[in-house]
């Protein structure tokens, strides 16, 4: 099994990059979102809903980044999504009772998207992912409350 991976990260993200556009924060997380919803913000067209499927997550000035993974092989990618802030309406951040997990509930044109993320990378080379949620979790903080 192919564990998820900085040099994945950086790729698959910068292949979603528009101009110069430049990520403020890189992460993993899970993603739930249905198909119409996917559909709606995706890049590529959407293969299945996503119910809590492993993703890269990069945050930029525009936009919340997503490339949904194969669980068992993270170097496949099922989908992309891009959501970009102006058309994201709210955003919910919950605290888990586990340090270092949350979970942030997005309402993307009246259709919701859920992220969550931990600050666990055990088995992979994965960095800077407690950094990234933090910076992603005060973003949405100060635009959303």
């Known amino acids: 099994m192919t ?39 995706s890049s590529l067209p959407s293969r299945m809903a996503l119910a809590d499927v492993y993703a890269y997550i990069g945050m930029s000035e525009e936009n ?15 989908g992309r999504m891009r959501l ?15 340090p270092g997990r949350k979970t942030v509930d997005l309402m993307v044109e009246g259709r919701a998207v859920r992220l969550r993320f931990t600050g666990s990378t055990v088995g992979t080379d994965l960095q800077n992912q407690k950094e990234g949620i933090r910076k992603i979790a005060d973003r949405l903080k100060a635009m959303y409350h």
């Open 3 to 41: 564990a998820m991976n900085e040099q994945d990260k950086h790729a698959f993200l910068n292949e979603m990059r528009r101009g110069g556009e430049i990520y403020q924060a890189e992460v993993w997380g899970t993603v739930t979102a249905d198909k119409k919803t996917q559909a709606m913000f």
């Open 64 to 78: 919340i980044n997503i490339v949904a993974v194969n669980t068992q092989k993270p170097d496949v990618i099922l």
């Open 84 to 98: 970009p802030f102006e058309k994201i309406t709210s955003a919910e951040i919950h605290n888990s009772l586990i």
